[in-house]
């Protein structure tokens, strides 16, 4: 529990974590720290998956590629981004939660921000971020130790000539959508 955070090892702690967060009645489920914390693990999870989307957009530049490789990178970016936004809204969720229970100002803004930041991720944009928290917050936590599930959103009707790239921070991902 304590020794796996200790240990920097949040996928483990977060079966604590979880259960910290559904001690329905007591402090603890008032407590920010562990939707923070679960936010934080999706955050690292999501800069893992960004990385990977910009190495597979990378190797379509190499010379000599076919289009059969051009199509299956193609393939393997699309299920990249929406395991990215299946990822993002689980962060958004726990971020949003604790965004809620949070009193002091000062954390209460970075805990805004960093939904922002997901929601960008996920939706390429910043707004409608406040009716996402009102919305994610009236539902049911998702247990973070089961798969995420990857969504993807419908095909534009035309297809943009270039992909914008996810960009990383140490706060978590700043983005606009591949």
């Known amino acids: 529990h304590i020794m796996?955070?200790?240990?920097?090892?949040?996928?483990?702690?977060?079966?604590?974590?979880?259960?910290?967060?559904?001690?329905?009645?007591?402090?603890?489920?008032?407590?920010?720290?562990?939707?923070?914390?679960?936010?934080g693990f999706y955050?690292?999870?999501?800069?893992?998956?960004?990385?990977?989307?910009k190495a597979l957009i990378a190797s379509q530049e190499k010379p000599g590629i076919t289009e059969d490789e051009?199509?299956?990178?193609?393939?393997?970016?699309?299920?990249?981004?929406?395991?990215?936004?299946?990822?993002?809204?689980?962060?958004?969720?726990?971020?949003?939660?604790?965004?809620?229970?949070?009193?002091?100002?000062?954390?209460?803004?970075?805990?805004?921000?960093?939904?922002?930041?997901?929601?960008?991720v996920r939706f390429g944009k910043k707004e409608g971020v406040d009716a996402w928290i009102a919305s994610a917050v009236t539902k049911p936590f998702v247990n973070p130790t089961t798969p995420v599930t990857p969504i993807s959103d419908p095909e534009p009707a035309t297809t943009p000539a270039a992909t914008t790239l996810p960009k990383t921070t140490s706060t978590g991902p700043a983005t606009t959508k591949p």
């Open 43 to 53: 955050f690292e999870e999501l800069d893992k998956v960004i990385a990977e989307i």
């Open 70 to 120: 051009i199509k299956a990178i193609v393939a393997q970016i699309k299920a990249k981004t929406a395991m990215s936004n299946g990822i993002s809204e689980r962060a958004m969720d726990a971020f949003a939660r604790a965004h809620s229970l949070a009193k002091d100002p000062a954390i209460k803004a970075r805990l805004k921000t960093n939904v922002e930041t997901a929601h960008n």
């Open 4 to 39: 796996a955070l200790g240990q920097k090892n949040r996928s483990g702690a977060l079966p604590y974590l979880y259960k910290a967060s559904q001690s329905v009645g007591s402090d603890a489920a008032k407590n920010t720290l562990p939707f923070d914390l679960i936010g």
